[in-house]
């Protein structure tokens, strides 16, 4: 899935794999994501997958330091991802990203709510996010949806809805289509 994570930067930039690798920071916190992914789903026996994933935590705390990207290896992202600017992005371990979504700098999806509200965000597919965005709760992000910049989310989204404010409020149902 990271050849398609770099497709999609390189259509985006016009650059060169090599220099997209050498110089994105968001690059450096998907390979290491998609690297201990693998490694955290697959079927190695305990005594080697673990200290594999040990390794794999300290690579991922380094990138948080030098990026500000916080990736944990048991979130599920899909392929096609991409980081639009580095810096201030956190994603819960348990959260759920779908194919072919776009996400800002300052964006957290992260666990809160109280009751059956409480829980992680799961996003389908070709969702752009905003700079500073926060999606949070047991809720759900219909595909094809935009969410402005500094928007709260803390409700369940229709799909081909764009929403901003805090907290959103749908605006229109235009979809995403020009945004990814």
Known sequence: MFKTDILKYKKYSGKSSLVLLLTTQGLWALFVYRSSNYIYKSKLPSIIKKPLLLVSIIFQKWIEIVSGISIPYSCSIGHSFYIGHFGGIIINSNAIIGNNCNISQ???????????KRGVPVLDDNIYIGANSVLAGNIKIGSNCVIAANSLIIDNIEKNSTVIGVPAKIINNLGSKGYI
């Open 106 to 116: 300052g964006v957290t999806i992260g666990v809160s709510g109280r009751g059956n």
